[in-house]
């Protein structure tokens, strides 16, 4: 099952959207595979401290994406196959990029200061 014990919410982030990377990071990762069950709405609500309906949201945006699938009465299983999986990661990865990319320019890198600082935690291995 899903574990939503390590998700650690963030002020000033929409809740229903930190839900969603949440999943989508771990489908990514492959730490949440296809056919992983998710827990209850109800149970996220309550773990989280927050309203059910928020969860309903993230869910349902899971559910538009293709990413999990739910059934009246049966539980939410996750429904990303390599092909999504790749999409997903991909996805997130453009927007990581974007965001620093962002954060560089503003504070005035070079192209070449950008990848020479990037290249530099790539060998460090810094996570």
Same mark, same amino acid.
């Given at each position: 099952?899903?574990?939503?014990?390590?998700?650690?919410?963030? %002020?000033?982030?929409?809740?229903? $959207?930190?839900?969603?990377?949440?999943?989508?990071?771990?489908?990514? =990762?492959? @730490?949440?595979?296809?056919? %992983? @069950?998710?827990?209850?709405?109800?149970?996220?609500?309550?773990?989280?401290?927050?309203?059910?309906? @928020?969860? $309903?949201?993230?869910?349902?945006?899971?559910?538009? %994406?293709?990413?999990?699938?739910?059934?009246? =009465?049966?539980?939410?299983?996750?429904?990303?196959?390599?092909?999504?999986?790749?999409?997903?990661?991909?996805?997130?990865?453009?927007?990581?990029?974007?965001?620093?990319?962002?954060?560089?320019?503003?504070?005035?890198?070079?192209?070449?200061?950008?990848?020479?600082?990037?290249?530099?935690?790539?060998?460090?291995?810094?996570?």
């Amino acid at each position: 099952m899903v574990s939503f014990d390590d998700l650690v919410l963030v %002020e000033g982030v929409p809740i229903y $959207q930190q839900i969603l990377r949440h999943v989508k990071l771990g489908i990514a =990762g492959g @730490t949440i595979p296809h056919g %992983e @069950t998710l827990p209850s709405r109800r149970v996220v609500s309550a773990l989280l401290g927050v309203n059910p309906n @928020t969860v $309903q949201k993230a869910y349902r945006l899971l559910e538009e %994406e293709g990413l999990i699938q739910s059934r009246s =009465g049966a539980k939410s299983c996750v429904a990303a196959d390599e092909a999504a999986r790749a999409r997903v990661r991909g996805d997130l990865l453009r927007e990581e990029a974007q965001s620093v990319v962002a954060a560089m320019k503003r504070m005035g890198l070079s192209r070449q200061e950008a990848l020479d600082l990037i290249a530099r935690h790539w060998e460090e291995g810094s996570p």
